[in-house]
């Protein structure tokens, strides 16, 4: 069997500010080697369309960051994480990012003030960009405080670039090592989706699927990382809390976070790594556990499709 090792670690220090503010991008927003990525995505139940949201408005001069392209068109799985050569060609040969820039990632919910953009702040972080940042508040934020806007597609073509990523093994799970951590029990493994899908009340999105989790899994809702007042990152010691609230000690406790199918687990990462700890994700989450863990490691819920009936 693989032994995963001891996911919780200290990562060393970053290059560029895990959160920048938007004052902060303001007042950046002209400095050579700063490049803006829309990261919107949005979950298919939303019933919204990033890309149309991104042509009718965005942060001045911010490309797009398709998170539905950027993904292994070869695996049965939704969202795997595509071979380093497909990110190298998309980052530096459609958006023009070198490995020098400085990549700002924001993104649009407006109920929250952001949702994604861990997401491919993760992304990068796999494939070895030190200079990556995500802004706090998102796009709601930028509007409320009067941050200049543009809309449609960037009229200026980026120039390809070299970019040559480098994959970082530390934060990303494979099923093999989670089946061993599962039976080992050397991690505490946290679900980031909401509590329904976590329960077995409410269906997954793939009708074909029962909800449910993980035995011995604890539900760390993503969006509880987020200030629901102000709609930013909840301060450090407040992120200490939300681990503590299930059962996890931070700074001691080494973990995996998963969630349905690698997206909105990534909030655990990136808050972890607020607190200068490393929790690596299983991206494959509840659609691969389901389809291919043991009977016995399952508790099941109800499936959409009998719903329908």
Request: aromatic share 12%; proline share 8%.
């Amino acid at each position: 069997m693989c032994d995963p090792g001891p996911p919780t670690v200290h990562p060393g220090p970053q290059s560029a500010p895990l959160l920048v503010s938007v004052s902060w991008l303001k007042n950046n927003l002209k400095t050579p080697g700063i490049k803006i990525l829309d990261g919107t995505w949005h979950a298919p139940a939303w019933n919204r369309d990033a890309e149309a949201e991104y042509l009718s408005q965005h942060i001045e001069g911010a490309e797009k960051f398709n998170v539905d392209e950027v993904v292994d068109k070869t695996s049965s799985l939704p969202y795997t994480l595509p071979p380093v050569e497909q990110f190298d060609a998309y980052v530096g040969g459609k958006l023009g990012i070198s490995n020098d820039d400085h990549v700002i990632i924001y993104d649009n919910y407006s109920p929250l003030g952001m949702s994604s953009a861990p997401r491919v702040w993760y992304t990068f972080k796999l494939y070895g960009h030190d200079k990556v940042s995500v802004l706090d508040g998102g796009f709601p934020k930028w509007l409320e405080e009067g941050g200049p806007v543009g809309s449609g597609k960037i009229m200026v073509k980026r120039q390809p670039v070299s970019y040559k990523g480098v994959y970082t093994p530390e934060v990303i799970i494979t099923y093999e090592q989670y089946y061993d951590a599962y039976y080992s029990k050397s991690a505490k493994l946290l679900d980031a989706r909401p509590a329904g899908r976590f329960n077995g009340t409410a269906p997954e999105p793939n009708p074909k699927f029962h909800s449910g989790h993980v035995k011995g899994s604890s539900n760390l809702l993503w969006f509880n990382f987020i200030d629901q007042k102000t709609k930013t990152v909840k301060k450090p010691e407040e992120i200490v809390k939300v681990f503590a609230d299930v059962g996890v000690n931070i700074y001691e406790d080494n973990c995996i976070g998963s969630c349905g199918s690698g997206v909105f687990s990534t909030w655990i990462a990136f808050s972890a790594r607020l607190l200068n700890r490393n929790i690596p994700i299983y991206t494959g989450s509840w659609t691969e556990w389901y389809q291919r863990g043991p009977d016995d490691s399952k508790v099941l819920g109800i499936k959409g499709e009998d719903l329908r009936q």
